[in-house]
C-alpha cells in the first residue's frame, strides 16, 4: 500500500503516518517542518517532502517525486490546516484570514490535483480531513468555520466529478483531537478523541470508501443537532461561547 499524507509533521498527520506505517505502508509525508516530519517518520518506510500546501508548486515537486520514487499513491491524505481564532473586526486578522483560507481550501486543491490522472489506474482514494466547526459559524472562529465549511462543499463536487474514474473521495469531519491546535483551547471540549483513535476512525472511513463522516459517532449527533436548530436558538446557545485564542503557540 502506498500513501501520502499531508501535515504529517505534528498532530493528525503523524498519526495517520504511524497508522499506516504499522501496516506497512510505503509512506509520502508531508509537511512545513523538516524536523517534525524526521520525528514522524522515525523507524517507518517514508520519504520526506517539505512543502506548504499554500505552495502549489511545491505540492506539484513533491507528488511528482512521490510518484517517480514509489509509485501510485492508493491513498492520498489532506490533513494539513490552520486552526486560529479570527475577529473581522481587526485589520491585523485580515491576513490570518487569508492563511487559513489558503491552507484548508486550496490547500486540498494543491495536494490532490498532482495525483488524479495518475489515480485513475488504481481506482484510489482522495481524503480530506474537514472538521464539525464547518457545520455552523462558531463566533471568533469565523475562519476556520468557513474554511471547513468550504472544504465540505469543495470535496462533495470533487466527488461527484471522479466518481465516473472509479477515484473515491472521502470527507472525514473530526470532533476535538488531542493536537496542540486543540491544547490551546480555553473551553471544554467533549468527546474528545487521542490522534491514534482519531486516525484509526479516519482509516476505517478510508477503508470503506465513505463518502462523509464525523468523528466520533457521539460528535455526529451534535453535528445533526446544530445544523437544525433554528438561529434564535443557535444564538442564544452559542453567542456567548468561550473563543479559539487569536494567536498559535510558537
Given at each position: ?45 517514508a520519504r ?42 481587526e485589520a ?67 466527488r461527484l ?90
Amino acid at each position: 500500500m502506498r500513501v501520502f499524507i499531508t501535515g504529517a509533521s505534528s498532530g493528525l498527520g503523524a498519526a495517520l503516518a504511524r497508522h499506516y506505517g504499522a501496516l506497512g505502508a510505503q509512506l509520502g509525508l508531508a509537511g512545513r517542518r523538516l524536523q517534525g516530519l524526521q520525528d514522524t517518520a522515525a523507524g517507518l518506510d517514508a520519504r520526506l517532502y517539505q512543502a506548504d500546501v499554500r505552495d502549489a508548486a511545491a505540492m506539484q515537486d513533491a507528488a511528482a517525486a512521490f510518484l517517480n520514487d514509489v509509485g501510485v499513491p492508493d491513498i492520498v491524505i489532506a490533513a494539513a490546516g490552520i486552526s486560529i481564532g479570527t475577529l473581522t473586526e481587526e485589520a491585523a486578522d485580515a491576513p490570518v484570514f487569508r492563511a487559513v483560507m489558503d491552507a484548508n481550501v486550496l490547500g486540498l486543491v494543491h495536494t490532490f490535483q498532482p495525483f488524479i490522472a495518475a489515480m485513475q489506474s488504481n481506482r484510489g482514494v482522495l481524503c480530506a480531513i474537514s472538521s464539525v466547526a464547518g457545520v455552523r459559524g462558531l463566533p471568533g472562529g469565523g475562519a476556520y468555520s468557513a474554511s471547513k465549511a468550504a472544504a465540505t462543499v469543495y470535496l462533495e463536487a470533487l466527488r461527484l466529478e471522479l466518481k465516473a474514474r472509479g477515484i473515491a473521495v472521502v470527507t472525514v469531519a473530526p470532533g476535538y483531537i488531542d493536537t496542540p491546535m486543540t491544547r490551546v483551547n480555553p473551553y471544554a471540549m467533549p468527546f474528545k478523541m487521542s490522534a491514534p483513535a482519531a486516525a484509526a476512525g479516519v482509516a476505517r472511513c478510508i477503508a470503506r470508501r465513505r463518502s462523509y463522516t464525523v468523528i466520533p459517532w457521539q460528535m455526529a449527533w451534535v453535528a445533526r443537532v446544530m445544523k437544525w436548530l433554528p438561529n434564535r436558538v443557535y444564538d442564544l446557545i452559542f453567542e456567548k461561547a468561550p473563543r479559539k485564542p487569536r494567536s498559535l503557540p510558537a
